[in-house]
């Protein structure tokens, strides 16, 4: 007997109930903990298995392993984020065997170079498994050459975070230059890293553990929108002018009193030519 297609359809009818993301390793709602304006976000890297096409490598668990980034030469340490700061800077490693054939991976678009940062201030204590994580995926732009990588090595980063709770909610980088440097192994890179962050309030009603939703880009980038920045463009011009107004006035008239000028006609009596 064959279904009635209607039947078919109202599965479809039924709204899909949105849960909180993301979740910790033990599939709870995280708690939020918010970070410090400037505090060090830890971040890591899942390894990759190069003798095996770029796969994760597992614990005996099988759950992914993760590794710091690779150490900038500029600070002996990983790249570092910090909470909530714009900022620019350099980070030169240098492409050991491995490294280089993880990013012919990367570069390739075989494998995402893929990271991860905690949702929560990572002093609060939580234990591995109740913290939840952002993903930060790098995405190098370049090409695979016989003897070597092309690589577009200038990336910008690019992170959105919860105004009400300084935490942040996503994160992307990109390589976005016009230029790429050739690497071979042994070669070192500098990467030109350029970050910038967007606060910003979700559009959702819920109450767990914030009001989430959608954290969406402003309108304008420059962090201000359209209305409000023509708005004080209005205000200061006006400002100005008042200023300027108000003090070449009082001097003029003054000068013009002393000087026994007849008021300003023409830019000729304004230099107070007298002929
Ligand atoms: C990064 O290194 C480049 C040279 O590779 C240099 O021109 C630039 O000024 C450096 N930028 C910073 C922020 O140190």
């Known amino acids: 007997m064959r279904i009635p297609s209607l039947i078919l359809i109202i ?30 976000i830890p971040l890591e890297c899942t390894q990759r298995d190069v003798e095996n096409n770029g796969e994760h490598k597992f614990d005996e668990n099988m759950n992914v392993l993760y590794a710091p980034f690779p150490l900038c030469a500029e600070t002996g340490k990983p790249i570092a984020f910090h909470y ?8 030169t490693f240098s492409f050991t065997d491995e490294l280089f ?8 678009e075989d494998a995402p170079f893929s ?36 690589i577009d090595d200038s990336i910008n980063v690019l992170f959105t975070s919860a105004i009400e709770q300084n935490t942040p909610i996503s994160a992307i980088s990109w390589s976005s230059s016009t230029e790429a440097n050739r690497y071979v192994i042994g ?17 959702g009603t819920s109450e767990t553990p914030i009001n989430g939703g959608f954290y969406k ?31 070449v006035y009082s001097r003029f008239s003054k000068k013009a009193y002393t000087m026994g000028y007849r008021p300003t006609i023409d830019h000729e009596t304004a230099v107070g030519k007298k002929d």
Not at 17 to 33: F, H, Q
Not at 101 to 108: G, L, P, R
Not at 144 to 150: C, R, T, V
Request: aromatic share 10%; net charge negative.
């Open 187 to 203: 070669d070192s890179m500098t990467l030109k890293v350029a970050v910038k962050w967007f606060k910003t309030s979700g559009t």
């Open 217 to 247: 880009l402003p309108n304008s980038l420059n962090g201000v929108s359209t209305p409000v920045y023509i708005l004080s463009l209005i205000v200061c011009i006006l400002l100005t002018a008042g200023g300027v107004y108000g003090i």
């Open 101 to 108: 054939h993880q990013f012919q991976y990367y570069v390739h």
């Open 84 to 91: 909530g700061t714009d900022a620019e800077f350099n980070c």
């Open 115 to 150: 990271c991860r940062l905690p949702l929560s201030n990572p002093d609060s204590g939580e234990a591995k498994s109740e913290k939840a994580y952002i993903p930060l995926r790098f995405n190098f732009r370049g090409n695979i050459q016989e003897s070597h990588l092309d």
């Open 11 to 40: 599965p479809l009818l039924v709204p899909v109930t949105a849960e909180w993301y993301p979740r910790t390793g033990d599939d709870e709602v995280p708690p939020m903990i918010p970070y410090d304006n400037n505090q060090e």
